[in-house]
């Protein structure tokens, strides 16, 4: 009999079980079943634990179960903001670091249109935002009242001004809507504040969200959903460069999908060459973002468009391509995607959403000589590159994919990383990890140590 | 509700940081909430920031020379954003060379702006016609 910890993660394929000795600190056995959704999520978690407790040859009693989730959905939500670059740029980050899929971001006054919008977009949460401490009110109190006054039933998160806390808490409980009122996501312009906001989506996601997508039937059976799967991952990233656990403070983790690829950062992105003036809004240290339209299977089309039909056609002339394109189209997967041309739109995928992540520098020419500026995170110091998801797991070179993460001379303004080491998540640990980093951060740890070793490919 | 909130920063392709910094000191120092958007700064940016702090003043400083041509168009783009009462003042070195500040200061004027100080002028002054300026707005 050993005592271990269930972890537990309920993809919208997949639902993924991995056991844990917390003596002996490592990973005891993984299985996974369909996620069953429409049946009851638990029939999808019994048949996966059944597989584990076959395949560990021991008696397991578990001392926690933990799990995170993406299924049914993920964690949908929609962001509001005042101007664009600013407030409603913080929410959305806010948002995209709590693990949520993001919905649409709206700015200034809402209008019937964009109400309706959101009511037909029935998210799971609003993160509502709008001026700096002591800045504009007049904009998130309107947007307030639009909202209490609206069909729209899902909880609200109020992150905005200050000065106006005490109003919009008039204006939401007189509607009886289910609000909770926190720190501004932007108090001042040289300050983003996203923790709170983190804090607070995880906590409305256990208590409503979890029960609103069937996952009742499974509370006997778990202590709790405690956060969606992304954030789990951010939280496994944030542990790892926190305690230098691959040598290097700075990372950045790719998460290849079928339909989405997502980055997260860890490192505050500040110029690293001198000369170099920062504008726009300050980076979070953790940074999420997601890229809908890169991913290696239903956005094959979109990703392929993105690359350019004549650069893959001019770089792999034996592939034929238009007949590859008509293919997907009527069915998204057939045998004419050889395994050299997925590593080919992979290594892409991987480069373009690390691009868009990062940051860049523009010259700006002034009286006294060249100057410049940079937009978003630097990049180019991070140390080590993850990558996780089928695309990247599956592949016999997962490192060649990697290389699409690094800097290019061609382009010397586009701020990623010069020097690194690449690592895989072969077995799919960096979830179990953010579940594991609160309560087991000794275990967690170890099973970092057990599982990311350096592969080919990083320079 | 008033506010005292005024954004600050260098216009255009200019580096100038030390007045800048300067002028962040003294404004603070007489009691007002201070928005430094630093050096390299567009007009959006100025917008931007006075918007979403609620500001009741512009202050734009330019001490390359090329004042004139950067700052066409501000009070624009505040009416287009929502804040066209707002209170836009100019300082620093305007234009190219030593040249009559009158016809000068009538461009900026002419350009939107309430106030426009020639090179040399002291923080205090500009503080004094800020408060005047906002108490005669109330």
């Not at chain 1, 049946?39 to 397991?60: C, F």
């Not at chain 1, 979830?431 to 275990?443: A, C, H, R, T």
Request: one cysteine or more; a negative charge.
């Amino acid at each position: 009999m050993i005592e271990a910890v269930l972890l537990i993660d309920f993809g919208s394929t997949f639902t993924k079980v991995t056991a844990v000795d917390v003596e002996a600190r490592k990973i005891i056995a993984t299985a996974k079943a369909p996620t069953t959704v429409e049946l009851g999520i638990d029939k999808g978690l019994i048949e996966a634990i059944d597989k584990l407790e076959k395949s560990a040859e021991v008696k397991l009693k578990y001392r926690r179960k933990l799990a995170c989730s993406s299924a049914a959905g993920g964690l949908k939500m929609v962001a509001i903001g005042l101007v664009p670059d600013l407030t409603a740029e913080a929410a959305k980050t806010a948002a995209l670091g709590a693990g949520a899929k993001l919905m649409d971001v709206y700015s200034y006054r809402l209008n019937n249109k964009e109400l309706k919008e959101i009511t037909n977009l029935n998210p799971d949460i609003i993160l509502l935002a709008g001026g700096t401490d002591g800045g504009n009110s007049e904009v998130i109190v309107e947007n307030g009242k639009k909202l209490a006054q609206s069909d729209i039933n899902c909880p609200i998160i109020v992150a905005g001004n200050k000065d106006v806390q005490d109003e919009l808490y008039e204006i939401l409980s007189e509607q009886n809507k289910e609000f909770s009122i926190i720190d501004n996501v932007l108090p001042s312009l040289d300050k983003i504040n996203i923790e709170p906001a983190r804090e607070e989506i995880r906590k409305v996601f256990i208590n409503n969200i979890i029960s609103a997508k069937g996952f009742d039937v499974i509370k006997k059976e778990i202590n709790s959903i405690v956060m969606p799967t992304p954030e789990a991952v951010l939280q496994a990233g944030k542990f790892i460069s926190e305690h230098k656990l691959l040598g290097s403070e700075e990372l950045i983790i790719v998460d290849m999908g079928g339909a989405t690829t997502d980055v997260h950062s860890f490192t505050d992105g500040m110029p690293n060459t001198t000369g170099v003036v920062y504008r726009g809004l300050p980076q979070p240290f953790a940074k999420r973002t997601v890229e809908g339209d890169l991913g290696m299977r239903y956005s094959l089309c979109a990703l392929i468009e993105e690359i350019g039909e004549a650069k893959i056609k001019k770089e792999l002339p034996d592939l034929n391509l238009d007949n590859i394109i008509k293919n997907i189209n009527e069915d998204y997967w057939n045998e004419d995607v050889t395994w050299e041309f997925e590593n080919y739109l992979a290594r892409h995928g991987v480069n373009k959403a690390v691009r868009r992540h990062g940051g860049t520098v523009e010259t700006v020419y002034t009286p006294q000589g060249a100057s410049y500026i940079q937009t978003g995170k630097d990049l180019t110091n991070v140390g080590v590159v993850i990558g996780t998801g089928g695309p990247l797991v599956n592949s016999s070179k997962s490192g060649y994919i990697l290389k699409g993460a690094l800097f290019n001379p061609d382009e010397p303004m586009v701020l990623m990383p010069k020097r690194c080491n690449f690592s895989v998540d072969r077995k799919y640990v960096l979830s179990s990890i953010g579940l594991l980093v609160d309560d087991f951060p000794e275990v967690a740890k170890a099973i970092v140590q057990d599982n990311f070793d350096f592969i080919e490919g990083g320079n | 509700m008033s506010s005292n909130t005024i954004v600050i920063g260098v216009i255009g392709a200019d580096v100038h940081a030390v007045g800048n910094k300067i002028l962040d000191y003294a404004f603070t120092q007489a009691g007002f909430k201070v928005v430094n958007i630093g050096v390299l700064a567009s007009q959006e940016e100025f917008v931007k920031a006075a918007v979403e702090t609620g500001a009741v003043a512009i202050l734009v400083s330019s001490l390359y020379g090329h004042g004139e041509i950067d700052c066409r168009g501000l009070r624009d783009k505040c009416e287009e954003a929502g804040i066209g009462d707002i209170l836009l003042y100019v300082g620093g070195n305007l234009v190219v060379g030593k040249k009559e500040w009158e016809p000068v200061k009538k461009t900026f004027l002419n350009m939107g702006f309430d106030r426009a100080y020639p090179p040399g002028t002291a923080p205090e002054t500009s503080i004094e016609d800020l408060k005047n300026d906002l108490s005669q707005g109330e």
